[in-house]
């Protein structure tokens, strides 16, 4: 009885501290005055950001490509660790869970921001053409959005029928609404074979239909025959690079709640030791991707391909690209090779930075490539050959990564972090291996 008082004084959801106020609140700001931003962008229309007829993509979409990558791992990689029923998964996976919605809602949301007329959003669906990659996008992120949330809910019924029981003397309003969450959850045999049935069916289907998306926006690129995604490579290419991203956010805020929470009891640096060997073999994966993607080409280059590899290579997008090659695939492969580099200081930074590679990651591919048309545009002036966001694209994109910090930060506030009824039973049945090996 000790030992779930323990577990549930521990891993109850708590309110926050003065810093975390002070981070809600920050990202508050950041999201109302990427909100002033966007309605400012929709009275003058897209001449206050600095996309133009060649940078006809600009920083929103290599931001929903990010927040597509990010929300991949989170629910197919948790997914396939349910159905193989891995037991270190435990204290990680409803973090990844969390983290995975809050990416793939923003980038519904990401996309109506990156459309000049968000009025006409219905046209997409009445006047849909089933040949578009834009009409599968439309189709597939709903069903994932869907998806995603029942993985995380599904799970959730035992936690918050116990939340309920333990807020009912001190907080009797929130416990109303956790046992409304909790669909009435008992425990019984039937109810818990339901459960396990319908996860079952959710990390199933929800494996092809993230394999599915990735691809579909890698073809809405490859199908444009433009330099630098006309490849049968892109497709893959994506996938292998969304392992990264979202393994990469999984360390980053593994790492911030274990110690916001003081949960070095339940997420171990054994667990930063397998979430490092999991992001090595990621990186390693990007990176053959990555040598396919550009040295075959680099070896029997067209004329506008050689150019647009130059940009990359030696030119005005050169740091960037190295950057973003060597501090966000090299340098992680060769540091988490070793045990001490995947200890939990180490693995947050190495996270971080990975994170941040692979935002500009999405930039390198959208707007080197748009810069170099496939039928190049007459008489535009000079300034539309270059291009960098405006202070307008900055705030909405700010925002929007904002509004995903935001969710993943109410749904930890209210949410237990780690699950509270299976961490129990996974401590009684050590107790009880641990019994019958003394006897």
Known sequence: MKSNDKLLKDLAPKKFGKLGVIWTCLLIVIIIAGVIAYIDQLIKGQIVTNMRDYALWGIYISNFVFFVATSFVGSVTVAILRLTKNTWRTPVVRIAEIIALAAIVMAGITIMIDMARPDRLLNLFIHARIQSPITWDVIIIPTYITLSFLLLYFPLLPDLAILREYFKKDKPTLSKWYGKLSLNWKGSK???????????????????????????????????????????????????????????????????????????????????????????????????????????????????EATHLNTLFTGHYAPLFWFVTIGGLILPIIILLFKKGRKPLPMFIIGLVVVVASWWKRYLIVTPTLLHPFLPIQGVPESWHHYFPSMHEWLITSATLAMALLIITILVRYLPIIPIQRTADEQEELLKTTKNAEQ
Request: with cysteine; proline share 3%.
């Open 190 to 304: 039937v109810q818990k074979s339901i459960q396990t049935k319908s996860i079952q069916i959710i990390a199933l289907m929800i494996i092809p239909v993230g394999l599915i998306l990735q691809t579909i926006d890698a073809w809405l690129f490859s199908t444009t025959y433009r330099i630098g995604w006309d490849s049968t490579n892109l497709g893959p290419y994506f996938i292998a690079g969304a392992f990264v991203a979202g393994i990469g956010a999984l360390v980053t805020v593994v790492y911030i709640i274990r110690r916001a929470y003081k949960l070095e009891d339940y997420i171990t640096e054994f667990h930063f030791d397998k979430l490092g060997k999991l992001l090595v073999l990621a990186c390693l994966t990007y990176l053959y991707f990555n040598v396919n993607e550009y040295l075959i080409p680099a070896f029997t280059a067209t004329e506008d």
